[in-house]
């Protein structure tokens, strides 16, 4: 492939080659696809990561359900531990609420 040779001037009449600027452009071009490359493989590696964790809690919940925890239950315990306390007591005196307005007891 033959590159042409043209020269551009700049407001400073500084010589400008096209092969420069083509280089420069690749250069720049492949900084930016191993960039990419670099964070597609990060998310890769966490989501590997992620996938391990989530079998390994769902072992976790096996091995409870077979000393004979309620793993459904579980899930709700965890939830409310990860509730700020007014939100849940909020949430909780609804609920009461609800339940003596339809006689659930």
């Given at each position: 492939m033959k590159t042409k040779k043209i020269n551009?001037?700049?407001?400073?009449?500084?010589?400008?080659?096209?092969?420069?600027?083509?280089?420069?452009?690749?250069?720049?071009?492949?900084?930016?696809?191993?960039?990419l490359k670099s964070f597609i493989e990060r998310i890769e590696r966490l989501e590997e990561e992620k996938n391990n964790i989530l079998a390994d809690i769902k072992e976790v919940y096996s091995e409870a359900k077979s000393s004979g925890y309620e793993p459904k239950i579980m899930r709700k315990v965890?939830?409310?531990?990860?509730?700020?306390?007014?939100?849940?007591?909020?949430?909780?005196?609804?609920?009461?609420t609800y339940r003596n307005a339809l006689g659930i007891f």
């Open positions: 551009l001037k700049t407001t400073n009449q500084k010589h400008i080659k096209m092969s420069d600027i083509v280089n420069s452009g690749i250069v720049d071009t492949k900084s930016k696809d191993d960039r965890l939830l409310i531990r990860k509730m700020d306390i007014d939100k849940r007591l909020e949430q909780e005196a609804l609920l009461d």
